[in-house]
């Protein structure tokens, strides 16, 4: 999969080359020469599969989709009183996701 990755807009930085000290150098005052800014043939972006979901779930017209009868079924649940929650499958979902972002896991 390539993926290029543009600037959106944003102004281009040099890195100074050669300067010595924290302040505004005077080598970045000159454009780059056009070759050096042009990308190498073998340069590779690789997201992860993280990335690939966050990527997906970011883009511009996929709405979610609901599923309005289940909707109305909960809330018919939940008005008359019927609803029942499952606490320990709240829980082991909860210690799931927890050993998912790198916790201990299980106390």
């Given amino acids: 999969m390539n993926t290029t990755i543009s600037n959106n807009g944003l102004?281009?930085?040099t890195q100074a080359t050669g300067s010595s000290g924290n302040g505004p150098s005077t080598a970045g005052a000159n454009?780059?020469?056009a070759t050096a800014a042009a990308p190498k043939a073998d340069d590779q972006v690789r997201l992860t599969d993280s990335a690939l979901a966050l990527q997906q779930a970011a883009r511009a017209g996929d709405a979610p989709v609901i599923d309005s009868q289940r909707v109305e079924r909960l809330r018919q649940a939940l008005a008359d009183g019927s609803y029942k929650v499952d606490a320990g499958r709240i829980?082991?979902?909860m210690l799931a996701l927890e050993q998912?972002?790198?916790?201990?896991?299980?106390?």
């Fill in 11 to 13: 102004p281009k930085f």
């Fill in 91 to 93: 829980a082991d979902r």
């Fill in 100 to 107: 998912q972002l790198g916790g201990t896991g299980k106390a």
């Fill in 31 to 33: 454009p780059p020469d």
